[in-house]
C-alpha cells in the first residue's frame, strides 16, 4: 500500500522559506511516477504548487515559480518543497501526491494526510 | 491556460436522491478529466479518473461520464457518508468544488 507524510514546521515567518518533505512507503520514488505538492488555504480549494519525476525533472506553477523549489532524494525514497518568501497568504495545508501520467491523462493517485502551514510572526 | 468551471458551488439532496456535479472546461480536454472526493479534515480522495473510470474500491455509486468540454459526476443514491466537497481536475487545474450537503 502506498503511503505518503508530509514533515515540517507548522509555523513560518514571514519573508522566511517555508520546508517540507514527503516520505514515500510502499513504493520506490525510483521506480516511477510523478510525484507532487497541492495546497489548500483555510476554506478554499486545491491549487497545484509543483511536480517533480524520479528524475529530477521539475515543473512549477507558474504563478509561484520564483518562489518554488522541489527535489527528490531517492536514496531516502523523500522528496522536498521550498517556498521562499512567504506571505500570509502561502497559509495553508500543505500535501504531497503521487502523479499517475500517461499521455495527457493526469491524476494524482495517492495523497498524504497534509500538513498545515501558517505563515505568522 | 485552461479553465475547469464547476457547478453547482453547493447543493443540498435527501438520503437516496441522485446527485449530479457539472464540470465544463474552456477548451476541449478529450476525455482528460478527474474527480475527487474530500471529506472536513482530509486529503481529496480519488473517485474517478478519465472522465468515467472508476477507482478500485470506489463503491459503484458514484459515475462519471462526459467528453469534450462538458462533464457530468453522479452519485446514483446518496448515502450520509457522501458528505464532503467534490472537486474536478485537469491537468494542474481543479475546479472550485462543489459542496455536497444532506437536506
Known amino acids: 500500500q502506498v503511503q505518503l507524510q508530509e514533515s515540517g514546521p507548522g509555523l513560518v515567518k514571514p519573508s522566511e522559506t517555508l520546508s517540507l518533505t514527503c516520505t514515500v512507503s510502499?513504493?520506490?520514488?525510483?521506480?516511477?511516477?510523478?510525484w507532487g505538492w497541492i495546497r489548500q488555504p483555510p476554506g478554499k480549494g486545491l491549487e497545484w504548487i509543483g511536480s517533480i519525476y524520479h528524475s529530477g525533472s521539475t515543473y512549477y506553477n507558474p504563478s509561484l515559480k520564483s518562489r518554488v523549489t522541489i527535489s527528490v532524494d531517492t536514496s531516502k525514497n523523500q522528496f522536498s518543497l521550498k517556498l521562499s518568501s512567504v506571505t500570509a497568504a502561502d497559509t495553508a495545508v500543505y500535501y504531497c501526491a503521487r502523479i499517475a501520467v500517461a499521455g495527457t491523462s493526469y491524476y494524482f493517485d495517492y495523497w498524504g494526510q497534509g500538513t498545515l502551514v501558517t505563515v505568522s510572526s | 491556460d485552461i479553465q475547469m468551471t464547476q457547478s453547482p458551488s453547493s447543493l443540498s439532496a435527501s438520503v437516496g436522491d441522485r446527485v449530479t456535479i457539472t464540470c465544463q472546461a474552456s477548451?476541449?480536454?478529450?476525455?482528460?478529466l478527474n474527480w475527487y472526493q474530500q471529506k472536513p479534515g482530509k486529503a481529496p480522495k480519488l473517485l474517478i479518473y478519465d472522465a468515467s473510470n472508476l477507482e478500485t474500491g470506489v463503491p459503484s455509486r458514484f459515475s462519471g461520464s462526459g467528453s469534450g468540454t462538458d462533464f457530468t459526476f453522479t452519485i446514483s443514491s446518496l448515502q450520509p457518508e457522501d458528505i464532503a466537497t467534490y472537486y474536478c481536475?485537469?491537468?494542474?487545474?481543479f475546479g472550485g468544488g462543489t459542496k455536497v450537503e444532506i437536506k
Open positions: 510502499g513504493y520506490s520514488i525510483s521506480s516511477g511516477y510523478y
Open positions: 477548451q476541449d480536454i478529450s476525455n482528460y
Open positions: 481536475q485537469h491537468l494542474l487545474t
